[in-house]
């Protein structure tokens, strides 16, 4: 099962300017926002989705018109050239794990099942959430637990780990949460949340793929082309709102001497699109959800 997507309406509405253009959804999944997308579409627009997850291909459409690419999305603008496409009108991109992926318990991506150590987007890479507990040194451990979980309490948590695995290896999900009952009851959800969040992140390198695939959206969208993304943890949303401001990562850019800068983006709306009480309501997923369109310069 793939739960509705988040935004839907609102992010096709936003992305699909020109029904006979040529559209990206590089986070397919269950196809939610695929399929509403070929809804706008005349019979001349085409649509291209990328999924790296293996059962995200049962979920293919039967249309002329949508082509699934099988592949991370990081090899966005080369998976593209292989159908002769350099440029686009739009992109898409649902980020974080989808609804199934923490559905499947042997997946290993939920804190409410009792799972093999996996967190693997794509399983038949080899780095896998097993991997990194039992073998990252400390101070990598801790490191990633800062970063990506923003947990204040990173060296000690990573000196736990290390303890603990020269006794015996950390397999499973409960054996990683064993070792940190102590957490008082009221705080364990939410800390449990951003140690998975951390572990996950490393394991598909997710910060790192999206910099990229920014960094190819804008090169393969034409002048005025959308790049519509929900993200839904802040590491996410303050990568894609300094590139859609700036084109920029870090530091700052080279000004005029006027103190003006060229843009990369001109911004939709200023602020970030968040769903509204009634779809939170019904999507718990939607809780966290922050939306950002630019439109290419």
Do not use: C, W
Not at 76 to 99: F, H, K, R, T, W
Not at 159 to 167: A, F, G, N, P, S
């Amino acid at each position: 099962m793939y739960h509705n997507p988040v935004l839907l309406k609102k992010s096709v509405d936003d992305l699909v300017t020109n029904p006979d253009g040529i559209y990206v959804d590089v986070t397919f999944g269950g196809g939610g926002h695929s399929r509403e997308i070929l809804k706008r579409l005349s019979d001349k627009g085409k649509l291209f989705s990328f999924d790296q997850d293996l059962d995200a291909l049962k979920n293919t459409i039967d249309d002329e018109r949508f082509t699934l690419v099988n592949q991370n999305f990081r090899f966005l603008e080369n998976s593209l050239m292989i159908y002769g496409i350099q440029q686009v009108d739009g992109i898409l991109a649902d980020l974080g794990v989808s609804s199934h992926q923490f559905d499947v318990a042997e997946r290993g991506f939920s804190t409410r099942s009792n799972a093999p150590l996996d967190m693997r987007m794509n399983v038949m890479q080899h780095l896998d959430a097993k991997k990194i507990i039992n073998e990252y040194e400390e101070e990598q451990l801790a490191n990633l637990f800062y970063y990506y979980g923003e947990l204040r309490e990173s060296r000690k948590l990573a000196r736990e780990i290390v303890h603990h695995r020269k006794l015996k290896p950390i397999e499973t999900t409960e054996d990683l949460k064993s070792l940190f009952s102590y957490i008082p009851q009221f705080k364990q959800n939410k800390f449990f949340a951003q140690v998975f969040q951390a572990i996950r992140i490393e394991v598909n390198q997710e910060l790192d793929v999206l910099k990229e695939m920014l960094v190819q959206s804008y090169k393969i969208l034409k002048t005025n082309g959308r790049l519509v993304v929900i993200s839904y943890h802040s590491l996410e949303d303050r990568l894609v709102k300094r590139f859609l401001k700036n084109g920029m990562f870090e530091g700052e850019p080279t000004r005029d001497i006027y103190g003006n800068y060229e843009k990369a983006f001109d911004l939709l709306q200023s602020k970030a699109i968040i769903p509204d009480e009634a779809e939170i309501a019904e999507n718990s997923r939607a809780r966290s959800a922050k939306m950002r369109v630019g439109i290419k310069n």
